[in-house]
C-alpha cells in the first residue's frame, strides 16, 4: 500500500493524505472548522459516512449542514434514532424499514397494537435521550452468515438480507443499544441530531404489499435549525387547513362512498361546475391551436393493449378482464381502458395520411380507470376513475420542436398566466423497463433536450424517469405554500408508431413513420382539482368558483329587489344564488363567508330604490361599496373575461 493517496476537491486541487485516512482525516487535514462542521463525505457522486477509509484518486467533497445532501443523511439517521428508542420502549417490536423521505423520515414497526398519541409523546421524549447520549454510528461489514446471526431474532430483516445479492456488501450500523441492517449513510453520532419532531402514525403494508401483514408507520421530520423545524410545522398547519378532503366535504365538492368503491370520485353540482370550467378553458385553448376532439370507448378489446404493450407492462394496474359478449368468441376478453392512446392511434391508421396533413392534433377529456392499490388512494389526489385532460399529437420528425414549443406555450398560458403558478421542467431519460431498443431512445432524448436548449428553457435532467414507451418533459409547479406537484406531461414517443405502423405519404410519395406524442396540461381533473382547492384554500377565482354570487336581500321587502339583481346577473352569464331565508343579514354574511363565494350583493330599501347593490368582496371583511348594478355585472363579466386572480370590484 503506498504511503499516502491523492484526492481531488470541489475546486479541483488535490490533497494528499495519509493511506487509510477517512473522511474525518480529511476535514481535519483542511482545517478544523471544517472538521467540526463535517457531517458526511461524498466519494465520486456517493455519500459516505465520515469514518470510511478514502480510496485513491476519487474527487471528495465534505458535507456540512449547507448541503442539501447532508439533511437527507441527518434524517436517515434520525429515523435510526427513531429506532432506537422505540425499541428500548418496546422492546419485542420487529424491525422494518427506515428511509429518509422528502422534508423527514419514516419507521416501520411490528408491534402488538398501534401507536396511541401518547405513545409517541414518550418515544419523542426518548429520541431526546438518545440524542444526549450522543451515541456514534458505528458502520461494520458482515457477511450473510454474521448478517443472519445478529438478527435472528428479527424475521423482517431476515427476509431483506434473503434478497440481498450474492455480491452485495452487507452493512450493519450500531448506536448505543441499537443495532440494524442498513446501507447507511449516517452522521457521526446522535448528538448531531437537535431539531426533530414526531408527527403522526399510521398503518402500512410490510414491503407496501397488501397482502403482507400490517406494520405501524411513525412519521417525524429533523432539520437543522430550530427555524427551519418550526417554519415546516406551520406549513404543515397550513397545509392540513387547505387540506382539500375538508374543504371538500365543506364546499360540497365531491364524495367518496363506500358504496361506489374507493378511489373514484362523485363530483357534486359545484365540484362538477369546477370541471366544467376547467374543461371548457382547455378545450377553448386547444382548439384554436388546431386540434380535433375526439371521442373513444371506456372498454376495448384487451388484445389492443398487448399489440401497444401496455397490458404486459402494465397489468397491475389494470382492473381485470370481463367475458366477451354473446356472439363473440369465447377467447375474446375486454378491458376498461387505463389509458387513451392506442384508441387514438386507431383512429389516426383509420385513413391514409399525408405529410401535408401533418401535424394531426387528436383530444380528448377521458375518463379512464386504473386500479391503484387501495393503501396508495388519497382523496383527489390518488384515485381509480381519472379524467384526462389527454391529447395524442402525429408528426413528422422535423416537427417536433416547434410542437414542443406550442406546447410548453400552452403551458405557460395555463399555469403561468392563468394561474400564477411558478414551475420547472425535468427531462425524464429511460427508465430500467422500457420498450424499443436504445438507438431509439438516444434519437428521441437528443429531439427533447434540444427542444428545450433551442427555446433557452432552464431543465433538470431526470434519469431513468422517463415513461416505458419513451423519454419526457415533466412540469412541476409549486402551490401556495411552497410545496411542489406535478404537472403537465409532454411525452415522445417512437415505439408505439412502429408497432402500429403509423404512416404518412412523403413529399417522395413514399410511406414514413410517423412520430407520436403525448400530453396532458392538467393532468388529471381530479388531481388538478384537488391541487387547486388546496392552492386557493377553497377561495377559487370568480371565473372558476362555483357560485359567483350571493345576493343577500336584507329584509323581506327587499325580496322582490333582489330577485331582480339576481335575474340581471344571471341573464349575463354568471352563477349566483339568492337567499331569501328568513335569517339575520349577518347570519347569512357569515354562510356565504364560510362557503367562500367571491361577492355578497347586498340590497337593502336604498339599493331597491337606485338599482345598486352594496358590495362584499370574499376577504375584506366589513368592508363594502356601492355600485350601480350595470357597473357591477360590468366589472364581473371583465373579471371573468380575464380570469383575473384578484378582485376587479
Request: charged share 30%; with cysteine; net charge neutral.
Amino acid at each position: 500500500m503506498p504511503p499516502e493517496i491523492r484526492v481531488t476537491l470541489p475546486d479541483g486541487s488535490e490533497k494528499r493524505v495519509p493511506a487509510g485516512s477517512t473522511g474525518a482525516d480529511l476535514a481535519k487535514a483542511i482545517g478544523p472548522g471544517l472538521a467540526r462542521a463535517a457531517l458526511a463525505v461524498r466519494v465520486d457522486g456517493q455519500v459516505w459516512d465520515l469514518t470510511r477509509p478514502l480510496p485513491d484518486g476519487v474527487k471528495v467533497s465534505i458535507l456540512t449542514d449547507k448541503d442539501p445532501q447532508a439533511l437527507e443523511v441527518l434524517r436517515h439517521s434520525s429515523a435510526h434514532v427513531l429506532a432506537t428508542a422505540v425499541r428500548q420502549l418496546f422492546p419485542q417490536a420487529q424491525i422494518g424499514f427506515g428511509p429518509p423521505i422528502e422534508d423527514g423520515f419514516y419507521y416501520d414497526f411490528a408491534v402488538e397494537r398501534p401507536f396511541a398519541p401518547e405513545d409517541l409523546e414518550a418515544i419523542e421524549k426518548k429520541m431526546t435521550e438518545v440524542v444526549k447520549a450522543d451515541y456514534p454510528f458505528v458502520r461494520e461489514e458482515v457477511d450473510r452468515a454474521e448478517a443472519k446471526r445478529r438478527f435472528k431474532d428479527d424475521p423482517l430483516k431476515l427476509e431483506r438480507i434473503e434478497d440481498l445479492g450474492p455480491n452485495e456488501v452487507i452493512s450493519v450500523y450500531t448506536d448505543g443499544p441499537f443495532v440494524d441492517l442498513c446501507r447507511g449513510p449516517h452522521v457521526p453520532s446522535t448528538g448531531r441530531i437537535k431539531h426533530f419532531k414526531l408527527l403522526h402514525a399510521a398503518g402500512a403494508y410490510w414491503r407496501g404489499d397488501e397482502r403482507r401483514q400490517m406494520l405501524q408507520r411513525i412519521y417525524g421530520t429533523a432539520w437543522f435549525s430550530k427555524d427551519d423545524l418550526e417554519g415546516y410545522l406551520r406549513r404543515l398547519e397550513e397545509a392540513k387547513r387547505r387540506d382539500h378532503r375538508v374543504l371538500g366535504k365543506q364546499l360540497d365538492l365531491y364524495s367518496i362512498q363506500e358504496e361506489v368503491g374507493p378511489g373514484l370520485i362523485l363530483w357534486h353540482p359545484k365540484g362538477a361546475m369546477l370541471q366544467f370550467q376547467l374543461r371548457r378553458f382547455i378545450e377553448d385553448t386547444i382548439l384554436e391551436r388546431g386540434y380535433s376532439l375526439v371521442y373513444t370507448p371506456h372498454v376495448t378489446r384487451e388484445q389492443l393493449f398487448l399489440r401497444s404493450g401496455h397490458l404486459p407492462l402494465y397489468a397491475e394496474n389494470q382492473f381485470p378482464p370481463m367475458a366477451a359478449g354473446e356472439g363473440e368468441a369465447e377467447e375474446v376478453r375486454y378491458r376498461v381502458k387505463p389509458m387513451n392512446c392506442p384508441m387514438h392511434i386507431l383512429i389516426y391508421a383509420s385513413q391514409q395520411r399525408s405529410y401535408r396533413d401533418l401535424p394531426i392534433r387528436l383530444s380528448e377529456i377521458a375518463n379512464v380507470y386504473r386500479n391503484e392499490r387501495s393503501g396508495t388512494l388519497h382523496g383527489m389526489l390518488r384515485v381509480r376513475g381519472l379524467t384526462m385532460d389527454d391529447a395524442h399529437i402525429f408528426l413528422r420528425e422535423d416537427q417536433i420542436e416547434q410542437e414542443i414549443f406550442d406546447l410548453l406555450d400552452i403551458v405557460e398560458l395555463v399555469l403561468g398566466k392563468t394561474f400564477g403558478l411558478a414551475y420547472r421542467l425535468d427531462l425524464a431519460t429511460r427508465p430500467a423497463k422500457k420498450l424499443g431498443d436504445d438507438k431509439m431512445w438516444d434519437v428521441a432524448e437528443r429531439a427533447l433536450e434540444g427542444a428545450l436548449k433551442r427555446r433557452g428553457l432552464p431543465f433538470k435532467m431526470d434519469v431513468g424517469g422517463g415513461a416505458f414507451y419513451g423519454p419526457k418533459i415533466d412540469i412541476k409547479f409549486n402551490d401556495a405554500i411552497g410545496r411542489e406537484w406535478q404537472g403537465a406531461t409532454i411525452q415522445l414517443d417512437y415505439e408505439l408508431p412502429e408497432r402500429f405502423k403509423l404512416e404518412y405519404t412523403g413529399t417522395d410519395n413514399k410511406p414514413h413513420r410517423a412520430i407520436m406524442i403525448h400530453r396532458a396540461i392538467f393532468g388529471t381533473l381530479e388531481r388538478f382539482t384537488g391541487f387547486l382547492i388546496e392552492h386557493f384554500a377553497g377561495a377559487f377565482p370568480l371565473w372558476l368558483s362555483p357560485e359567483q354570487v350571493r345576493v343577500l336581500p336584507i329584509a323581506d321587502g327587499q325580496n322582490d329587489a333582489a330577485r331582480a339583481v339576481a335575474a340581471a346577473l344571471q341573464s349575463a352569464g354568471l352563477r349566483v344564488h339568492l337567499d331569501e331565508r328568513s335569517e339575520t343579514l349577518n347570519y347569512k354574511i357569515r354562510d356565504a363567508e364560510t362557503h367562500k363565494v367571491p361577492y355578497m350583493a347586498v340590497v337593502g330599501q336604498r339599493e331597491a330604490e337606485a338599482r345598486s347593490v352594496a358590495v362584499r368582496a370574499r376577504g375584506e371583511g366589513k368592508k363594502q361599496v356601492v355600485l350601480p348594478l350595470d357597473e357591477f355585472v360590468a366589472k364581473l363579466l371583465e373579471e371573468v373575461r380575464t380570469r383575473s386572480l384578484t378582485s376587479l370590484v
